[in-house]
DNA sequence: TTGTAAGCGTTATCAG
DNA sequence: CTGATAACGCTTACAA
């Protein structure tokens, strides 16, 4: 039925090692039968098996791919399929594959892990999120197999290859700018704190205040699970302070978009009465209305250098472990404004 | 190094095959040495080598993926992610892995295809489009490969199993509601045509003004690749129109998005001045301003259902040919309203 | 430069 | 109910 590496070989006349070697491109194979093996598989419409050579060579030219629980942003934001096709073109460029985790919650994702990995089935994961707590990590450590962590590891910082961008700065940078538009009184909106990204940009925005003299306030720094309804939650929370504030840095453009909704919903004009900032600049950002300001942290080439890394760290075990910083940069567009304005108005 | 069916066997005390059988809980064990067996699995730590099961059972128990070109509209689309996690949860429930394409063009793709199939990576495919011409399609038909299209396919309907939504009805009950309001100038924004769904949505949409007695006018039917500019340069050719239509039936909420945005710095309102609705109703849809009146087609659905439809054929290899189609249902915001207020603004 | 033969870790077929 | 033994299709020493 399928057409093996043996009908090859008989039909070429030679040996099934010889067209495993010419499969191979290997150098100690003359040209001539190379060609005449070629022309045998051309004929007989052969493919190799790569389950049959994956058990042979123990390698699958496969990357395993784990999402946070779909449970968690992650899945639900644009951030994921930029990501992955970053992955995909990366892989691409070694033919590898992949191969993904289809668990929801955190155990079968768990679980799912480990029967990749110990199935055989994938030669390195990539991580597609880091967390401050992580079975699956701590589990990819200890067998010391293969994997990259997209985001910052939250221990062992110095061990474990990961791609990120620098948030802390980014989020800093993000700050100060607000600060410079004469803002005193901003707030941090942020996503789970168990997600090592939150945490950074959180101090990277207390850092700017600090710097600049500002005392930070509890009341200032919001965490919202939801996306949509974390950003309402937020606005509703923020506003009804003695003192709310006049410019808001958020996590993630997304729930940047259910801010603006309900800041729109409650008659608040952006930026003339408070400014917004976030943090992606996926391709919503641009169609928010208004526009917001967002930080462009390059999704794409975060999933690119996973895959590229990944791959290095596969076919060279002894690669060194390495930190990837992928560089952001602060599109402005009109959601952010001097506070001038937004005193002005009050007056 | 790694612990394999030996071991365990020899741990147990028994051979080889009786722990294979342990694994696939075979009838034919007693208890008493499945306990046996299960204690020397779980002191070894032992987890089953897929790859060579696979190879000796002829079966991966994986599902192939394969999307769009990324160049098209899909990986953009909040559509992905979410039918890609019906697709996870589908094959989860019957332990199936998910392998997916990493091509970017379309003959990088199709070797993909080829190589996962011929190479036996996989037990099956789904496709998540559905194009008029298609490589991929043929060639799965060709090698009566199990395969799954979300969408309807353009040729062979009877003989392909695939999971859709009644597209063309769906567009035909949005218009009607256009209609209903008021509306005698409706237009249609879609994508490229040479996807399925887009010809279903339009031919809808022509019936509806057929069945009204409304003539078709070509003007009024703008076809765009792309969502965001797609959207802007559609609102620029149907308003400079000299007859512009007063109510829009486009394809993709973030088309439609693109479209509220350009309404929106043209200082048209909507739905004051213009009605719009759109299909898919993700996230967006409801987070737009004004919220948008869109087609739930459940998404989530589709891919589930994909996913359950696919593994049958693959265990069953006589199952028969299946249409399955997902109800939609028209969820109303506040982006339609009917055509006298536009009228009524314009005396 | 090429062939022979022994794996890779399972499942499946026969016996018993 | 359980055990040998032969596949599964390929890679890779080791020989020649």
């Given amino acids: 039925m399928t057409v093996t590496i043996k009908d090859v070989a008989k039909l070429a006349g030679v040996s099934p090692s010889t067209v495993s070697r010419v499969i191979a491109d290997s150098s100690r194979i003359s040209e001539k039968t190379k060609i005449k093996v070629r022309e045998a598989m051309q004929q007989l419409g052969y493919h190799p098996n790569m389950i049959a050579r994956s058990l042979a060579s123990q390698s699958t030219q496969t990357i395993g791919l784990v ?3 779909s449970t968690d942003l992650v899945f639900q934001n644009p951030f994921f399929p930029t990501v992955l096709r970053g992955i995909s073109e990366g892989a691409h460029t070694k033919q590898y594959s992949i191969h993904m985790t289809t668990g929801k919650t955190e155990k079968e994702i768990y679980d799912d892990v480990v029967k990749m ?20 990590l701590s589990y990819l450590r200890e067998r010391n197999f293969p994997f990259v962590v997209i985001g910052k590891p939250f221990k062992h910082v110095e061990e474990i290859t990961h791609i990120d961008n620098d948030n802390f700065r980014a989020a800093k940078d993000v700050t100060e700018h607000l600060l410079r538009l004469g803002h005193e009184r901003v707030a941090f909106v942020g996503g789970n704190l168990n997600f ?13 205040l600090r710097n600049a003299g500002i ?14 309804e974390g950003g309402q939650e937020a606005v509703n929370a923020l506003l009804s302070l003695e003192d709310p504030p006049t410019a808001l840095v958020v996590s993630d453009d997304l729930m940047a978009l259910g801010v603006l909704n ?3 919903e409650l008659g608040i004009q952006v930026p003339k009465d408070i400014s917004v900032v976030s943090f992606n600049n996926v391709m919503l950002a641009e169609m928010s209305r208004p526009p917001l300001t967002s930080v462009d942290i390059n999704i794409f080439d975060l999933g690119f250098e996973a ?5 290095q760290m596969i076919e060279n075990p002894k690669e060194p472990v390495k930190r990837v910083i992928i560089p952001y940069n602060l599109v402005k567009r009109s959601s952010c404004g001097p506070v001038e304005s937004a005193i002005v108005e009050s007056t």
């Fill in 215 to 228: 005392s930070l306030r509890n009341e200032y720094v919001i965490h919202e699970e939801f996306l949509r």
């Fill in 262 to 264: 309900s800041l729109n």
């Fill in 196 to 208: 090592v990204v939150t945490v950074d940009r959180v101090l990277g925005y207390e850092k700017a």
């Fill in 67 to 69: 999402a946070p629980s």
């Fill in 117 to 136: 990995v110990q199935g055989r089935r994938v030669d390195g994961v990539i991580l597609l999120y880091s967390k401050v707590e992580d079975r699956v």
């Fill in 307 to 311: 895959a590229r890394n990944l791959m």
